[in-house]
């Protein structure tokens, strides 16, 4: 065989053993996300679907179950499909691999801590006490931001600036201090944490380089657009109350007002 053919072929296997890895840690990520969700599930199995309140009967669908019982369904759906397909691709790829070696932990591993980490700062950090729209626009733009920078300094950053309000946010509530909704406090908490989503936005946009600076724009849209739309359908489409309403569905609140004047 000529040796320009077989050097041409030896960066192959290297190739089918790094995404074996890859597929590896996704088995792992995604029993991360599995195990979060059905959390998410059972929690929410535990709020009232229906029943009367003050003299008023409230219906199945304006439940305060509903929104996280759909997230939650969702998040274990997609967790359930990213575990099988990968679980595919690895014994396509390594027949005889063991796919929950302890070899994982150095790679895969990370990728599912900090996965997890997002998500408890999201869930049980800002979005018991936090406007929805504000938090979820900080947690998606820091979730995708740490996957498109390749500074470590940058996703450092990133990761530091959810964190760092999650645990404020819980301290002061565990402590008894956090305002009421709707609140001159509560506005004063989501303005505070809109300060810190801007911040993330530019420090997103300042450690992005070279290629990653065509994403700056569609990850910043996809991320204030994503909370706005998602919040918008099941407060007015779906009728079902946000977990916290705050600063940022007082502003939707004007908005939705409006246009409900110039179609009424």
Not at 236 to 264: K, Q, S
């Amino acid at each position: 065989m000529d040796p320009d053919d077989m050097s041409e072929m030896e960066p192959a296997p290297r190739e089918g053993e790094a995404l074996a890895s890859l597929r590896k840690a996704d088995v792992w990520t995604g029993l991360v996300l599995a195990v979060v969700a059905a959390a998410m599930v059972a929690k929410a199995l535990t709020f009232p679907l229906a029943g009367t309140y003050a003299g008023v009967k409230n219906a199945w669908y304006v439940s305060p179950a509903l929104f996280p019982l759909m997230v939650g369904g969702m998040l274990f759906a997609l967790s359930a499909g990213l575990v099988a397909r990968a679980l595919r691709d690895y014994r396509a790829l390594r027949p005889d691999g063991h796919i929950f070696g302890v070899s994982l932990a150095v790679a895969g591993g990370r990728d599912a801590v900090l996965i997890a980490g997002l998500l408890a700062a999201y869930i049980v950090g800002l979005v018991p006490r936090t406007d929805f729209v504000v938090a979820t626009a900080l947690f998606l733009l820091v979730f995708m931001g740490v996957y498109v920078i390749a500074s470590r300094t940058g996703r450092t950053v990133l990761v530091a600036l959810i964190a760092l309000p999650s645990v404020l946010a819980l301290a002061v509530a565990v402590g008894g201090g956090w305002p009421a909704p709707r609140s001159g406090g509560q506005f004063t908490a989501d303005g505070a944490l809109a300060v810190v989503l801007a911040a993330a936005a530019l420090a997103f946009a300042a450690f992005a380089r070279g290629e990653e600076r065509r994403r700056i724009v569609p990850v910043l849209a996809s991320a204030a657009g994503t909370s706005v739309v998602l919040s918008a359908v099941f407060k007015y489409g779906l009728l079902v109350p946000l977990p916290r309403e705050g600063a940022g569905v007082f502003l939707m609140d004007g908005v939705a007002d409006r246009i409900a004047a110039l179609f009424g």
